[in-house]
Nanobody, 124 residues
Framework: HVQLVESGGGLVQAGGSLRLSCVVS????????MGWFRQAPGKEREFVAG????????YYLGSVRGRFTISRDNAKNTVYLEMNNLKPMDTAVYYC?????????????????WGQGTQVTVSA
């Protein structure tokens, strides 16, 4: 079955940086678009960034565009989220997700299999 293991979260001050990683197993990683979601307390989970299976297209939520960068390493079955100039509004649990289809688009419906997430807390 599909497993996603996120890491790299932490507590940082506003303006700081973090790099999240997600190791994926149980699927043909190179054939699936990947993405990062986040969920803040009392809010719905939102799609933050996505990267196409081919690596040649990305998507970013408007509020993070220019500050976050998503990338993937197919040799390591890993997707990354580089987060710079962090703001208190970025505080949330971050989850990675895989497209339920192969050879899909950068905007996708995720497989209903979620990791434990990684907590990102940004202090003012």
């Amino acid at each position: 079955h599909v497993q996603l293991v996120e890491s790299g979260g932490g507590l940082v001050q506003a303006g700081g940086s973090l790099r999240l990683s997600c190791v994926v197993s149980g699927l043909s990683f190179e054939d699936h678009s990947m993405g990062w979601f986040r969920q803040a307390p009392g809010k719905e989970r939102e799609f933050v960034a996505g990267i196409k299976w081919s690596g040649d297209d990305t998507y970013y939520l408007g509020s993070v565009r220019g500050r976050f960068t998503i990338s993937r390493d197919n040799a390591k079955n890993t997707v990354y989220l580089e987060m710079n100039n962090l703001k208190p509004m970025d505080t949330a649990v971050y989850y990675c997700a895989a497209d339920r289809l192969i050879y899909g688009d950068v905007w996708f419906t995720p497989i209903n299999s979620w990791g434990q997430g990684t907590q990102v807390t940004v202090s003012a």
